[in-house]
């Protein structure tokens, strides 16, 4: 029994954090819905008669953030004040992008419309939430909407798959995807890449299998659950902007992309050495993350 018992709240504990989080995903939700109840609100929800509703929101995930993960994000000056594509490293559990849009909203009170997998849409319950925070399934001509009406646009090129299976060592896992780099350039818009620091230390995913790898490429599905939630430190860093050249192809743009989502505001290969060996410890060190908690030398 007691055997039992341990093993279960090990279970537990590992997985708690996680399902805390996706916990408080859906109470967001809720909140959403009794203020849409409340103030009968029936405008389109990426209005700014929703941006009361938005900023409580944020105001609680930043609180989380800053409790949390002692969260940092910097670079903020590199964001255009115009559109824009930001292409980011997925994390297991992407908590650091909803800390960036968070207070990215409390900041600059701008909205970021995020491209999500499609499994996101079929979740039971966040429909409003999704609308209202401008989650959408990111086609090109979505896409190139948003972009013409002035908004960020948001995307992680590899998606489930590099949460899945990327680890501490933070391989990109993009594959062929070069689909948004064909919508910046269509849309003559900067690409501003994007990274957080510790991501894979705080959340992780097991160890890849031959099974899960099969399972996934054929139900598209997350099929394996992320664990931890250690309190480490979390940086975002928003590197300079890759403007807008009517010369460059798309696969040279997806190879400028490839390098600058980790070397923020350069773009060679001693740089990017230099930039993960100042801000990145690779493979990925846990101990190493959640002591840059007491590191007030470091900004």
């Not at 909203?105 to 419309?113: A, E, G, S, T």
Request: proline share 6%; with cysteine; aromatic share 12%.
């Amino acid at each position: 029994v007691v055997v039992v018992l341990l093993s279960m709240s090990a279970i537990l504990i590992i997985f708690i954090v996680p399902l805390s989080i996706l916990f408080f995903i859906y109470l967001s939700n809720i909140l959403l819905l009794i203020y849409q109840r409340n103030s009968e609100v029936k405008t389109d929800p990426l209005s700014d008669v929703w941006d009361s509703a938005r900023k409580t929101i944020a105001s609680f995930w930043d609180i989380y953030a800053r409790i949390w993960h002692g969260y940092e994000l910097h670079g903020v000056e590199n964001i255009p004040e115009g559109p824009g594509i930001l292409v980011y490293y997925h994390g297991a559990i992407p908590v650091d992008y909803l800390y960036f849009l968070s207070r990215l909203f409390l900041w600059k009170k701008r909205l970021c419309l995020s491209v999500a997998d499609h499994f996101v849409f079929r979740l039971p319950g966040l429909k409003l939430l999704l609308e209202v925070m401008g989650v959408m399934p990111g086609t090109r001509e979505e896409c190139l909407i948003a972009l013409k009406n002035g908004y960020l646009v948001s995307i992680s090129p590899g998606g489930v798959r590099e949460a899945l299976f990327s680890d501490e060592s933070y391989q990109l896992l993009w594959g062929n995807r070069k689909g948004f780099a064909q919508v910046a350039l269509d849309a003559k818009v900067p690409i501003i890449p994007m990274y957080t620091q510790n991501v894979r230390e705080g959340y992780r995913m097991f160890k890849e299998r031959r099974l899960f790898r099969q399972l996934y490429e054929s139900t598209r599905l997350p099929i394996t659950p992320p664990y931890g939630g250690l309190p480490v430190k979390f940086r975002t860093y928003i590197g300079e902007p890759i403007p807008y050249d009517p010369n460059i192809t798309t696969e040279e743009l997806v190879e400028k992309i490839c390098k600058g989502n980790l070397l923020f505001s350069f773009q060679t290969k001693t740089a990017i050495q230099a930039l993960i060996s100042k801000h990145q410890t690779i493979p990925g060190s846990i101990w190493k993350a959640l002591l840059e908690r007491f590191d007030k030398r470091r900004k």
